[in-house]
């Protein structure tokens, strides 16, 4: 009875936070499935043949490589060398991945309640060298067996507005050194040798001095609400839904609480450049009472975080900054660059908004600006920030 009490309640969590649109009558869910711990174990995981992607999630730069997440079901590997002819090399199978991160060849990526390492030293033939068993464990369903949840597209007819649910996948699991680069929806990043990955309510550290054997170390208890994780110059900017932590990591292994810069409940992003923070506040299925705005916040003392300005926004998402510049994703409403110079007069320099496409995330990559849409992932040459000149898109199979 148990059992299929929680089955129900994950085939509403499914359908309430997981979908998206593909035709014009009909929509994709996803249908969760219970299954034990044993049973996730067992599902294969490693290299395969190269496939389209069906959905796109995170997004990971390194070296010459994109690397785009598939929910829930692993990662695309992307040469990437010529960012207006990507080449579909191969896919990684991790069911129940939507995070990940690279450091001196070594991928990192959530498989449900796991952690689990990739060898790229050779492209052609990437090798799973550890996993770490229960270090996500707040995945676990309630009760004494152990039971998580996967999930089945299924095809149904799509709602009407009038019983409209606002989707925005919520996912359960930027970087310096020899890692690779992440956009801001990223819940793994690395610094100094060391693994963060955020959880619903929690810091989890992992110590990756030697990369192919990762050490779990802790978890510390943040609260509920956790969304993202940004790294800058030793610190750990943590966005959550109800305002931004900064800690401070000069020692990598024991992060510790400066401050936290609140905010009204709202889905929240957030990136840093030089000593000021940008952050995201917007409406979705979990962030209803929010406003749609862009917040610049003066963390020259990182102990006292305070608001410089704040910047209406139609529905603002993933962000990035390179120089006097910042991209920001408006989900349905395009993608919009400013000059941020000037940061009392954002607002005022607007340089170009293209809205023809869905935007979620942005990196502002080394060669291009990589731009996740409902379609399919975006290539931007982005010298002139106020004319913007796609080079490729990566088309996801809706």
């Not at 704040?310 to 989900?331: A, I, K, R, W």
């Not at 409902?374 to 809706?398: M, P, R």
Request: proline residues 4%; charged residues 20%.
């Amino acid at each position: 009875m148990k059992k299929n009490l929680i089955n129900v309640i994950l085939f509403v969590l499914a359908v309430a936070v997981f979908t998206s649109c593909k035709k014009d009558e009909y929509e994709t869910i996803q249908i969760a499935k219970m299954i034990s711990v044993k049973e996730m174990r067992a599902l294969p995981t490693g290299i395969t043949k190269a496939t389209p992607a069906k959905r796109t999630g995170k997004i990971y730069i390194y070296n010459d490589y994109l690397f785009i997440n598939e929910p829930n079901e692993g990662i695309h590997i992307y040469n990437n060398a010529n960012p207006s002819a990507p080449v579909n090399v191969a896919f990684l199978k991790i069911p129940g991945n939507v995070d990940l991160a690279i450091h001196n060849n070594i991928l990192y990526a959530d498989n449900f309640i796991d952690l689990l390492a990739f060898d790229l030293s050779d492209m052609n033939n990437i090798k799973q060298v550890k996993r770490l068993t229960d270090v996500f464990n707040q995945l676990y369903s309630p009760g004494s067996e152990k039971y998580l949840y996967t999930y089945k597209d299924t095809v149904v007819k799509k709602r009407t507005s009038k019983d409209k649910i606002y989707y925005d996948a919520y996912s359960s699991s930027s970087s310096q050194g020899g890692s690779g680069q992440g956009g801001s929806m990223a819940r793994f990043t690395l610094m100094n040798d060391y693994l963060y990955a955020v959880g619903l309510n929690n810091l989890s550290l992992f110590d990756v001095k030697t990369a192919s054997n990762p050490t779990f170390l802790k978890a510390i208890t943040l609260g509920w609400g956790v969304e993202t994780i940004f790294p800058y110059e030793n610190k750990l900017f943590i966005g959550t839904n109800r305002g931004m932590h900064i800690f401070s990591a000069t020692d990598p292994a024991n992060p510790v609480q400066l401050s936290t810069y609140s905010h009204i409940f709202a889905c929240d992003p957030v990136v840093v450049q030089g000593k000021y923070a940008y952050v995201t506040l917007r409406t979705g299925n979990n962030c209803r009472q929010a406003s749609n705005q862009l917040e610049v916040v003066d963390i020259e003392d990182p102990a006292k975080p305070k608001q410089l300005a704040v910047y209406p926004m139609q529905n603002p998402h993933g962000l990035s900054t390179s120089g006097d510049n910042l991209f920001l994703c408006e989900g349905n409403f395009g993608i919009k660059s400013f000059n941020i110079a000037n940061k009392t007069k954002i607002g005022d320099n607007l340089l170009q908004h293209l809205n023809n496409i869905k935007s979620f995330d942005v990196i502002a990559g080394p060669k291009s600006l990589i731009v996740t849409g409902e379609d399919g992932v975006y290539q931007f040459n982005y010298t002139n920030a106020a004319n913007l000149k796609q080079l490729s898109i990566i088309k996801a199979q809706l």
